[in-house]
């Protein structure tokens, strides 16, 4: 076999082999493993990636699977977006041999253990768009092979892992728990944040039967700390939709206490810090823009579509999630009224909107609020620009391309927007008179801010 820039293109092409690495073997039967690698990772995006990493950096074999052939390119150029300690440790992976990288799913019956990690996005009517995810359950299903270990970690709806894994595999005479090991563990990655080492966060897993709980256990356990049992595949599934519902309606409600504050002339993080001060009981929440990213405005959709399939009522988490969707027209309302109090219309104005990834130091515009934001403020006929050094161009819903704005004095705003405050950026050229709307809710950073 030969190596093409680290990438393996096709099975039938000819690759040297990849140098072997620590093996800690996953057999239940303590056996050496018979398979090329230890686990495939299906899918390298903020969680597979990162997966993939931890994994060749314990000493196992790795393989990661990723159909995009332009992401296969950025990541072997060490271009991905990661924390400064993960380019590390991927060039570290993919020098060493420890990460072999593939576009062809067939590779995937070489390795012990798969692990799914793919986008479940929702689409433009909050609707659970489960069409990546059941195209990559479909390529691990067709390349299955008896003694694998198959796990799940795309958040999801109850009884997903059984649709797309169980019952296709039944289909081919794999038996769950008997001929080959079904589990599901959500991953917890913070994508951008170095607070937490991702073999320190606990995993939680369920599997399709007992033998497959066991065996998913081991594969956690080649590089996570702690593993937690639930027991089944459905309750691991909605312990995922429960921390990210948890965070949704919190953050609906310290959206809401911001406006109550606004109202009433108060400090929101004055409060805020002041009730966190109490030791049980209380977990802070900040107030924003809106939310983005591949979990909040997305993982209660898939729960509130389940139960609307069954005729349940979830009207807390409802009303939550509806606000959160409320948001970014919030903020454009709110441009309306400080222009409007200063005798412009918004027709016309320039609105430059500073930072606007879906949160601080990544280069990630998933379901960012900004994307909406700009969207709505040319919509009501406002000339828009954005400051974030994270993407040169971007495209809103109506097909616009706009394009960072490197000279902000040149653009000449009306109004600015702090949507996201990146590290490191330099916002000296605002000026004390200009009329800012601060949306991080950073009142010291930007003192002469109008509440939002």
């Known amino acids: 076999m030969s190596s093409i820039t680290g990438i393996r293109h096709d099975s039938s092409e000819e690759f040297d082999e990849a140098p072997s690495a620590t093996v ?7 056996r050496e493993p018979a398979f090329d690698f230890d686990v495939a990772i299906v899918g390298l995006g903020y969680v597979g990636l990162p997966t993939a ?11 990661g699977l990723e159909i995009s052939t332009r992401r296969l390119e950025t990541i072997i150029d060490g271009q991905a ?46 609707i659970p768009d489960l069409s990546i995810l059941r195209a990559a359950c479909a ?18 709806y109850v009884g997903c892992t059984d649709d797309l894994l169980v019952k296709p595999l039944a289909e081919r005479r794999l038996e769950a728990g008997r001929d080959i090991f079904v589990a599901f563990s959500a991953e917890r990655i ?8 991702q073999r320190d966060v606990p995993r939680v897993v369920g599997g399709a039967t007992p033998e497959c709980e066991e065996e998913a256990d ?102 939550a999630m509806s606000a959160i969707a409320h948001r970014p027209k919030h903020v454009v309302e709110r441009v309306r009224d400080v222009l409007s109090d200063r005798g412009t219309g918004l027709a016309g104005a320039r609105v430059l909107v500073v930072g606007i990834a879906y949160k601080p130091n990544v280069a990630d515009l998933r379901e960012s609020p900004a994307l909406e934001i700009l969207a709505e403020l040319r919509e009501h006929g406002a000339s828009v620009g954005y400051l974030d050094d994270h993407f040169d161009l971007i495209a809103l819903s109506d097909g616009h391309i706009l394009q960072n ?15 996201t405050s990146h590290a490191g950026v330099d916002l000296e050229w605002i000026t004390t008179d200009q009329l800012v709307i601060d949306a991080t809710y950073d009142h010291v950073a930007y003192p002469q801010a109008v509440n939002l």
């Open 24 to 30: 800690v073997p996953i057999d239940r039967a303590g």
């Open 53 to 63: 990493i931890s994994y060749a950096i314990a000493g196992v074999r790795v393989l």
């Open 81 to 126: 977006d990661l924390l400064d300690r993960d380019q590390a440790r991927l060039a570290e992976a993919l020098s060493g041999g420890g990460l072999t990288l593939t576009n062809d799913h067939a590779e995937l019956a070489t390795a012990r253990a798969v692990v799914v990690c793919v986008p479940t996005p929702v689409d433009d009517f909050l």
């Open 139 to 156: 390529m691990v299903v067709d390349s299955a092979r008896a003694g694998q270990t198959l796990m799940l970690t795309s958040t999801t």
């Open 190 to 197: 913070d994508p951008g944040s170095a607070s937490f080492e």
């Open 218 to 319: 081991r594969l956690l356990h080649l590089y996570a700390a702690n593993v937690h049992h639930v027991g089944s595949l459905a309750a691991a599934e909605m312990t995922k939709l429960l921390e990210n519902t948890f965070r949704a309606v919190n953050i609906a409600l310290a959206n809401e206490f911001a406006d109550i504050c606004s109202s009433l002339d108060l400090d929101i993080n004055v409060v805020i810090d002041a009730a966190a001060t109490k030791p049980y009981g209380f977990m802070a929440f900040r107030p924003g823009p809106g939310v983005g990213g591949h979990c909040i405005p997305c993982d209660p959709h898939y729960l509130l579509w389940q139960l609307r399939k069954s005729r349940v009522d979830a009207p807390l988490i409802e009303v």
């Open 405 to 419: 704005v490197v000279q902000p004095s040149s653009f000449d705003p009306d109004l600015i927007i702090m949507h």
